[in-house]
């Protein structure tokens, strides 16, 4: 059996039985059938719901809901969305970049609000300061600025008295800071929204792998779903799935939690208000400050596995654990003999053009969401907010904006995509080991992003 709770802290701290609930068992017929019972598939239902009371709704999964990155990502509830606004204007236009990164903004709101009316527990609204720790990294920082002034997105430049305010790292020369994110508790988030759709209809599914999606029905391994709207919400797992091994690629990051800190450590680091931190250096970093006054502190750095494999074993990489406290007591110091207490990881989703999407078939009637690159949290939220536009045929801002019926082409097949993969995984952590030596730019961050996201 299972031990769910070992799949992360947040896991961990559930008081709740992680018992499956009942599997399919023959054929069943619903209105919508989602596939897969993390935030994509939950909100989709929630506002659904909200829209429809009258449509019978199901979701299908294959271990328990929010089993994915769903309970497992570092907590960030953010505005980030993996397609930046300069590239959605030269796509879409000025106007719906800045859309799509105002529906963004609001999502954050959005998910606080359901969390309190709800009665679910944790979601702070802290924001998010991102560090430069060097001169590469603070013309970084200026240039986001400039985006997000050409956008309104909200984000203010830090002098470096400022940043080490907030958050006082090592070697810090300056950074930014935009309000538009928070720290969550996401199995609380989670396992709340499921509790929330089953009480109001919707059947949830568990313990039921699905083996085919096709128009108008879900085959599993223990039963059949027929339904008019089919919506695939499986994210990283997506290419475990007949004729979708190309579609998206798992890629996998991890995390370490320390122990609950005291006050005086808390002092030094600051976070005074729950504030998410990353900083400018190219392999990603990310972390939070827990309700518990845990430091959880994650990052890239885990290789792509040959064919979109996915298994528990890669969730824990001992190199890479290892690399992540090495680097989180460089930023702080203070923390070097603090315990880690878990150690945890899993895959996300990432499209061959870097590109988040959510759109809807009319024709065959199959809805999809995914590619979030690590922003799922919040963009989540939007794609259950714009499928259930779509279901229900509701008009709204959210079904024009300029991701709805994007479609990413197809990863290389292997061996290329394993090469590819894990030659940008590279390439970032030389560009950033070059920057540390020689105190300037490195092109080859940039020149690796651009491949990759083409």
């Not at 990155?69 to 719906?96: D, I, Q, T, Y």
């Not at 969390?115 to 970084?140: C, F, K, M, Y």
Request: net charge neutral.
């Amino acid at each position: 059996m299972t031990d769910y709770r070992s799949l992360s802290l947040w896991f961990d701290q559930l008081g709740e039985p992680l018992t499956t609930r009942p599997r399919l068992a023959g054929a069943a017929e619903v209105d919508v059938a989602i596939v897969g019972a993390g935030l994509t598939g939950l909100w989709t239902a929630y506002y659904v719901q909200a829209l429809d009371p009258t449509l019978r709704v199901a979701l299908v999964e294959q271990e328990i809901a929010g089993f994915g990155a769903s309970g497992r990502n570092g907590g960030w509830c953010s505005a980030l969305f993996p397609v930046s606004a300069g590239r959605l204007a030269k796509e879409h236009g000025h106007e719906a970049a800045a859309a799509q990164y105002a529906a963004m903004r609001d999502s954050v709101v959005e998910v606080a609000r359901v969390a309190r009316a709800e009665g679910i527990e944790d979601v702070a609204i802290g924001g998010t300061v991102v560090l430069a720790r060097s001169q590469p990294q603070l013309a970084r920082a200026e240039d986001e600025v400039g985006e997000s002034a050409e956008y309104g997105l909200g984000t203010s430049l830090l002098t470096a008295e400022d940043a080490r305010a907030r958050l006082a790292a090592t070697g810090v020369v300056g950074g930014t800071y935009t309000p538009h994110c928070a720290a969550i508790q996401p199995a609380k988030l989670v396992r709340g929204l499921a509790d929330v759709v089953e009480s109001r209809g919707a059947r949830i599914y568990e313990g039921s792998p699905v083996r085919l999606i096709e128009p108008h029905r879900v085959q599993t391994d223990v039963g059949e779903l027929s339904a008019h709207i089919i919506v695939r919400a499986t994210e990283g797992y997506t290419a475990a799935l007949p004729g979708l091994r190309r579609a998206i690629a798992p890629v996998y990051s991890l995390i370490i939690a320390t122990e609950p800190l005291p006050s005086t450590t808390w002092d030094a680091i600051g976070l005074r208000e729950r504030e998410t931190f990353s900083d400018f250096r190219h392999l990603i970093i990310y972390g939070q400050r827990t309700a518990n006054d845990r430091m959880v502190f994650g990052g890239r750095g885990a290789p792509y596995h040959y064919g979109s494999r996915i298994t528990a074993a890669q969730d824990r990489v001992p190199a890479v654990f290892a690399a992540l406290q090495e680097a989180l007591v460089e930023l702080f110091p203070v923390l070097r003999s603090a315990a880690i207490t878990h150690r945890w990881g899993g895959p996300l989703g990432i499209a061959r053009d870097w590109h988040a999407s959510v759109g809807l078939d009319r024709a065959t009637g199959l809805a999809w969401a995914g590619g979030y690159v690590g922003d799922g949290v919040s963009t989540s939220n939007l794609a259950g907010r714009t499928l259930a536009d779509l279901i229900t045929g509701r008009e709204s801002t959210l079904t024009t904006l300029p991701w709805v019926g994007h479609r990413s082409r197809n990863w290389e097949p292997e061996p290329l995509r394993w090469l590819g993969a894990n030659a940008g995984l590279r390439a970032m952590s030389w560009a950033d080991r070059a920057e540390e030596r020689h105190g300037r730019a490195s092109r080859l961050a940039s020149v690796a992003n651009a491949m990759m996201s083409r």
